[in-house]
């Protein structure tokens, strides 16, 4: 998936990338939104499914982003909040967040996302499955329309289909192996 997908997401092209589990998709998006904010302004928007899977991806991303001084903020749920609200007082340039602390921070007005350039919903089946739909509708609104949107997900259930031809600029399907199949050796 990141043989395929990285090329696109730096041409600034928006992607709908399907791959097994344990692929590597979370270096499909990350590297090149890393790549991509250390030579321009404006910040990325990672949302995952659970809190789990943001500290996972914080950690894959903060080896590459340290590197660029590139601050990565999380915001999850069952975390103090005076302490999310003190890491984005910092000026992170990417923020990984489950929906519903995401919406708790817009609605106490400490989360901006006008200056979102990259918009990432991973692990998007999970997220539809979880019923997490409605604040991703309410999060997309509060984003400039002018992002780029990488969804990237192990099936693609009509409900992506529907949040892609609503939300994203004609993006181009990357599919590696079958859709909802596991790795062999995960």
Same mark, same amino acid.
């Given at each position: 998936i990141q043989?395929?997908a990285?090329?696109i997401?730096l041409?600034g092209?928006?992607? *709908? ?9 979370t270096y %499909?998006f990350?590297i090149p939104? /890393?790549?991509? =904010?250390? @030579?321009?302004e404006g910040r990325?928007?990672?949302l995952?499914?659970?809190r789990?899977l943001a ?9 590459i ?7 990565i903020?999380?915001l999850?749920?069952?975390a103090?909040?005076?302490l999310? *609200? ?5 000026g992170?340039?990417i923020?990984? %967040?489950t929906?519903g602390?995401? /919406?708790d921070? =817009?609605? @106490?007005?400490?989360?901006e996302l006008?200056?979102?350039?990259m918009?990432?919903?991973?692990e998007?089946d999970?997220?539809?499955d ?5 604040q991703?509708e309410k ?5 400039n329309?002018?992002?780029q ?6 099936t693609?259930?009509?409900k992506i289909?529907?949040?892609a031809?609503?939300h994203?600029?004609?993006? /181009?399907?990357?599919?590696i192996?079958r859709s909802?199949s596991?790795?062999e050796?995960?």
């Open positions: 043989h395929k990285i090329p997401v041409d092209k928006d992607i *709908i990338g399907i791959a097994q589990t344990g692929t590597g998709k %499909a990350g939104m /890393i790549q991509k =904010l250390a @030579q321009s990325g928007l990672i995952v499914p659970t789990e500290i996972q991806v914080a950690e894959a991303l903060s080896k982003a340290n590197s660029f001084g590139i601050k903020a999380v999850i749920g069952g103090p909040i005076y999310q *609200i003190s890491n984005l007082r910092r992170p340039r923020i990984i %967040a929906p602390r995401a /919406i921070h =817009l609605k @106490q007005r400490t989360l006008n200056d979102i350039k918009f990432v919903l991973d998007a999970r997220m539809l979880m019923g997490f739909a409605p991703i999060i997309l609104q509060f984003m329309k002018d992002r949107t990488l969804l990237f997900s192990a693609i259930p009509e289909v529907n949040i031809a609503k994203m600029k004609l993006p /181009i399907n990357v599919e192996a909802g596991v790795v050796k995960i």
